[in-house]
């Protein structure tokens, strides 16, 4: 253990999928040619109007309520000044006192990048704001840059949380949750690659007791990986920056407080490097966007939100946990993605035992899936044809160790369950004369695990049951082997 408490908060920028942009009507497209998006609005002219789009703010109070936010009855925008060639207004349209949504709750838990399990608990989400993102700044080295205002203008929503993560592994947790979270809500595929959730951390190291340690920010982290790494790393930095300055670290003496700095990821030599010195806090000016009028919304109106608001990831695992009686951690990796909760939710509302079809989801199907490198998505496979595999089993026709055989036919290919089994001779024999005859067989030829198990070793029966089951190629009915066995022996 530390002798320093870390304290982790994230701000993450995540573009909401819309068809237009957040204030005017060019596409919000990804990968189209350079400057192709654009109008007069998002360039900046002088004398234009920006007009907010309502599906933006569908968005917005969407994930204000899958993360069971404050959503507020009034807001407004406001002005970002700052002179940058990405932002050709001089300005961003913000929010900055009253944002759309204050008081969320980001659900932590599952296991983080270390393979740490991690305590399951709720983070605060201090807000989520609605604002433009900017243009692309592409350079080119030694020669010139281009500015691409494809980007500027596309819905942005900042999302603040608390300072309460205390690791690499919680921030890891913490991304990965609000991640499912739009992505359950269709409010943005976070397609990091793609930039559309953007990351940047504050960190800072205190002896618990003793006042908040300097706040560090790293900026600028576009994949989980390096966030977690960033975090990692800084937290050795500041430690040896602390030691230091008690005397006790690797330069002895010459120890001074963590300079107030903001630093970005260098992926190609594992460490954080340093961006800039900040002398003063951030001043940028904000003023209220006098182009825009405030936004106010009903009661009616955000009932009609929550009405048609898609089910969060945390419903799901709740679901999963108290209805389908699975445990915490499988509903953890059962709600990874949307695609595979609604398929164990499916297949698991139309089975006596849910856990027989998350035990097959978790072990036989997850190993094909990442074996062939691939989504649910992308096979045949279907909820029933899982729930008929654990129908087959329940009634004795089939056996569990069917399951390995069966799952990569369906999904490569789909079909009926029983037929596929028929026809590769997976249905077990349920006749007692045939099961008698190999049960017999078995007691005849292995006398020595006979003897054994009459002097009480319990393990003979096993290796019996073995042999009955490689007798019959394994067509005898496993459940009823034992007791049969058990009472020719007594
Ligand atoms: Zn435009």
Same mark, same amino acid.
């Given at each position: ?11 993450i ?20 040619p350079?400057?192709?998006?654009v ?38 925008f406001?002005?970002?000044s ?20 204050a ?13 740490e ?80 959730f ?14 908040f ?74 003023f ?11 009661? +009616?109106?955000? %009932?009609?939100?929550? &009405?048609?608001? =898609?089910?969060?990831?945390?419903? @799901?695992? *709740?679901?999963?946990? !108290? ?57 045949k ?21 069917a ?7 369906l ?8 037929k ?6 997976m ?9 008698? +005859?190999?049960? %017999?067989?078995?007691? &005849?030829?292995? =006398?020595?695990?006979?003897?054994? @198990?009459? *002097?009480?070793?319990q !393990? ?21 082997v034992?007791?049969?066995l ?5």
């Amino acid at each position: 253990m530390s002798k320093y408490e870390v304290i982790i908060g994230l701000e993450i920028h995540v573009q909401a999928k819309t068809e237009s942009k957040v204030f005017c009507s060019c596409k919000n497209s990804f990968g189209a040619p350079s400057n192709s998006s654009v109008c007069p609005i998002c360039l900046g002219h002088p004398g234009v109007l920006p007009v907010v789009n309502r599906e933006a703010i569908h968005q917005i109070v969407k994930a204000g309520l899958m993360t069971d936010s404050d959503i507020a009855r009034y807001s407004k925008f406001d002005r970002k000044s700052y002179f940058y060639p990405d932002q050709p207004k001089n300005y961003q349209i913000t929010q900055f006192d009253l944002p759309f949504c204050a008081n969320g709750k980001i659900p932590i838990g599952g296991k983080g990048l270390s393979g740490e399990m991690i305590e399951p608990r709720d983070i605060g989400m201090e807000r989520i704001h609605l604002e433009e993102d900017v243009g692309k700044s592409v350079h080119y080295s030694g020669s010139h840059s281009t500015v691409d205002y494809n980007r500027a203008g596309v819905p942005l929503l900042e999302t603040v949380s608390m300072p309460q993560m205390h690791s690499a592994d919680e921030a890891y947790a913490y991304v990965q949750s609000l991640q499912q979270i739009m992505r359950f809500g269709g409010i943005s595929d976070c397609d990091q690659e793609k930039g559309q959730f953007r990351c940047d951390v504050n960190i800072s190291l205190h002896k618990p007791g003793t006042p908040f340690g300097t706040k560090i920010e790293i900026k600028n982290l576009n994949s989980t990986r390096h966030i977690w790494l960033s975090i990692n790393h800084e937290i050795e930095r500041q430690t040896e920056i602390l030691d230091d300055l008690e005397g006790t670290g690797p330069n002895g003496e010459d120890g001074k407080l963590p300079d107030q700095e903001t630093r970005r990821w260098n992926d190609a030599r594992g460490e954080t490097v340093v961006m800039r010195i900040k002398e003063t806090a951030d001043d940028y000016r904000y003023f209220p966007e006098p182009d825009l009028p405030p936004v106010v919304l009903t009661d +009616a109106q955000i %009932d009609a939100f929550k &009405a048609e608001m =898609p089910m969060p990831p945390k419903a @799901y695992r *709740e679901k999963f946990v !108290n209805e389908f009686k699975i445990t915490e951690y499988d509903a953890h990796v059962l709600t990874l993605d949307k695609s595979t909760a609604d398929f164990f939710l499916a297949a698991g509302s139309k089975v006596k035992k849910p856990k027989a079809v998350a035990n097959i989801m978790m072990n036989q199907l997850n190993a094909l899936l990442s074996d062939g490198e691939k989504s649910l998505d992308e096979t045949k496979l279907e909820p029933d044809h899982l729930v008929q595999m654990v129908k087959l089993v329940e009634a004795n026709k089939i056996q569990k160790n069917a399951y390995a055989k069966l799952l990569p036919i369906l999904m490569e290919e789909g079909g009926d369950v029983e037929k596929i089994a028929e026809a590769k001779g997976m249905i077990v024999e349920l006749d007692t004369g045939a099961l008698e +005859a190999w049960v %017999d067989e078995a007691i &005849a030829n292995n =006398p020595k695990a006979v003897a054994e @198990y009459k *002097e009480g070793k319990q !393990n003979a029966i096993q290796f019996l049951m073995g042999q009955v089951m490689r007798a019959s190629k394994g067509k005898a009915a496993a459940p009823m082997v034992i007791p049969m066995l058990k009472k020719k022996l007594s």
